[in-house]
T-cell receptor, first 114, second 111 residues
Framework: GAVVSQHPSRVICKSGTSVKIECRSLDFQATTMFWYRQFPKQSLMLMATSNEGSKATYEQGVEKDKFLINHASLTLSTLTVTSAHPEDSSFYIC??????????FGPGTRLTVT | QKEVEQNSGPLSVPEGAIASLNCTYSDRGSQSFFWYRQYSGKSPELIMFIYSNGDKEDGRFTAQLNKASQYVSLLIRDSQPSDSATYLCAPRGAAGNKLTFGGGTRVLVKP
């Protein structure tokens, strides 16, 4: 399956600052990538669908102005958490979808906002 | 009613035994179903997927699907301590490639 990388793997930032997370599809041209968030002991929650060359589609309840997604190429999507607050501390994971709908996940980025 | 329901566990099985995991879903339009394994602190990894009614085997794993009952299951044969993880069921909806994840079943394989 597709090989996906994320950077950084861990990040600590101060409240009010912005953080950018990169998701790269290393061996597959991904027109669609997905961004998830996972809080401790909870399941994955889809935040948004990232579409190459167009605007992302956000799930209900996810603020598009707070979680900025850019999918400028077939191999790179970025998620920027703007004006981060402690409640944004979470495990952020991206995925790439292949032809049969199966998704392959990146290793995740653990964000801690102090 | 949750869209995808799984027993949270933990499901405790002795080494070498069969672990049986169940998942029910509410979207009748779901066409394909994915099982992921997630170790603590790591991201999910795909184990297998199924889209036709019946059984599908891959190594020690067997997925079973019954669309009429809106039920999908995963059997892990000859369970090993390395199988200890959370298993996530994820149906794919009728439209698009979005997956809806269940809460996961935590499996504990005891030596």
């Amino acid at each position: 399956g597709a090989v996906v990388s994320q950077h950084p793997s861990r990040v600590i930032c101060k409240s009010g600052t912005s953080v950018k997370i990169e998701c790269r599809s290393l061996d597959f041209q991904a027109t669609t990538m997905f961004w998830y968030r996972q809080f401790p002991k909870q399941s994955l929650m889809l935040m948004a669908t990232s579409n190459e060359g167009s605007k992302a589609t956000y799930e209900q309840g996810v603020e598009k102005d707070k979680f900025l997604i850019n999918h400028a190429s077939l191999t790179l999507s970025t998620l920027t958490v703007t004006s981060a607050h402690p409640e944004d501390s979470s495990f952020y994971i991206c995925s790439v979808s292949e032809s049969l709908g199966e998704q392959y996940f990146g290793p995740g980025t653990r964000l801690t906002v102090t | 009613q949750k869209e995808v329901e799984q027993n949270s566990g933990p499901l405790s099985v002795p080494e070498g035994a069969i672990a049986s995991l169940n998942c029910t879903y509410s979207d009748r339009g779901s066409q394909s179903f994915f099982w992921y394994r997630q170790y603590s602190g790591k991201s999910p990894e795909l184990i297998m997927f199924i889209y036709s009614n019946g059984d599908k085997e891959d190594g020690r794993f067997t997925a079973q699907l019954n669309k009429a009952s809106q039920y999908v299951s995963l059997l892990i044969r000859d369970s090993q301590p390395s199988d200890s993880a959370t298993y996530l069921c994820a149906p794919r909806g009728a439209a698009g490639n979005k997956l809806t994840f269940g809460g996961g079943t935590r499996v504990l394989v005891k030596p």
